[in-house]
Each structure stands twice: as C-alpha cells, then as structure tokens.
C-alpha cells in the first residue's frame, strides 16, 4: 500500500467527493484506508462516479461501508465518446440502487476539451433534467466553464439542492452559485500557495453550505502533496479551512456532515 502516514481525520467529518478506483491505479488499497479512516471517526464518504461502465464494481466493493455512498454519472470527459440516448436505461437503474445519493459528477471541462462545447453542454443539460426528474442532487465539475455553467443553469436550474465540487472560482462566482441555492465544495487545492482566489470564495461560504473533499486520488493538501491522495488526509483540509474560517475544526466538521445529510441522507 503506497502510504507512509495513518489518517489524519477530524472525528465527525466526512469526505465528501473520492474516487476509489481510481485511488487503486494510483497504488493506494482503498478498503484498508477506508477501514482505518472510518476506525479514526470519519462519519461519511462519497464515491464519485466518472463513467458508467465501473458502476457495478463500485457498488459490490463498497458495499461493507454502509457509510460510503455512491454517486452515478456522466462526466464531461464522456462527451463525444458515449451518447446520453444510449446510456441512459444504464443510468436510469443505477441511480434507482439504495446506495446512490446523487446524479454526477457532470458539468463542463474547457481546460480538457473533450467532445465538442455543444457535446459537453449537451450530456450535462440531460442528467439536469434526468435528476430533475428523479428529485436527485447534482455534483457539478468545473474546470474554466464557470461563465457558461452559469448560462446553462439560467435554463435549466437543478431542482434539489446540489453541490459545486472542488471549487477553484473566485469569490463572485461563489456568490452567484450561492444566490442559486448551491453548497460549495473545497479541496486539498485550497491549500497550495497560488490558491488565493479560492480562500476568497471559502472565507465567505456560510457554515451551513460548505461541504469538505479530497477528490482523491488527486489534489493532495500541501502537507503531504505529491502524494496520491486519499480519504485519509481530509484532516488537513478541515484545519487549514478551519483556520482560514477563524473557526475550530470541529465546528466545521459538524457543519460540513450536517450538510452532507441534508443534501445527500434526505430521509
């Protein structure tokens, strides 16, 4: 197991975006962390999902964490490779699995590129309504789109309460996704030295609309960045949050796993 460190966990807290599988690629054992994060006093974690075709993977893997749950999705790197037409009986069903909690991660990648604007705009306007229709939350990916993600939900608004992942905007566009009724979701990315824009945004989102992720394997906190992330090192971002906020860690972990229940543990 590609890990040198125990978890470093606020008791309470929760993870709100994470990648398993793709934790695995990166070397990591993701039953083992989960196991020793959840012995620590994580409360909650969240398995994001990028594509379809690992769906039932995930689920059987995770099915033993009966505080892991799942998400079901299309990212936009999907676009122009699959077609929402085809793929929707699939997401349909597994969205209909008591494990699931939200439809995502969906939205726009203009630093990626993949598929065309109208292709990425197009699958993201689809699971909109698909949530919409199914009264889901939505998990948002935005990668230098936040102008035309704005454009896209003036016309078609998620219905739930619905979340901004890994926020990397400025403070205006946090408010303007804010005012639409979104939490925002920080990461370990809030900790690098270049990240000022994102403190901004972070420093001014009410307690109860924060939510705290590593969007692991990815965006390890500056502590221990260069390492693939994981679950297990949530902690940093919770303190350096805290700190930023003029808070204690564990104010913000409580107010971060109430929201979490209110968004995604609706009833």
Known sequence: MSRDRPPHIIPGSVDSHFHMLVMEDKGLVPAEILHECFETGMAYGLDVSVSLEDFAERRSRLSNFDRVYLTAGLHPSNAGSVSFETQEPTLRKALSNRQVVALGEI?????????????????????????????????????????????????H?????????????????????????????????????????????????????????????????????????????????YEFLAELRGQSADVLAGAARANFERIFLRG
């Open 107 to 155: 939205g726009l990648d203009w630093y990626r590129n993949r598929g065309t604007p109208q292709e990425q705009r197009d699958l993201f306007v689809a699971q909109i309504e698909l949530a919409n229709e199914l009264r889901l939350p939505v998990v948002v990916h935005n990668r230098e789109a936040t102008a035309d993600i704005l454009d896209v939900f003036a016309a």
């Open 157 to 237: 608004p998620p219905a739930e309460e619905s979340v901004m992942h890994c926020f990397s905007a400025n403070a205006d566009a946090a408010k303007r996704f804010l005012d639409l009724g979104f939490s925002i979701s920080f990461g370990g990315n809030i900790t690098y030295k270049q990240s000022e824009d994102i403190r901004s945004a972070a420093a001014l989102t009410p307690d109860d609309r924060i939510l705290v992720e590593t969007d692991a394997p990815f965006l390890a906190p500056q502590a221990v960045r260069g390492k693939p992330n994981h679950p297990g090192f949530v902690g940093y971002t």
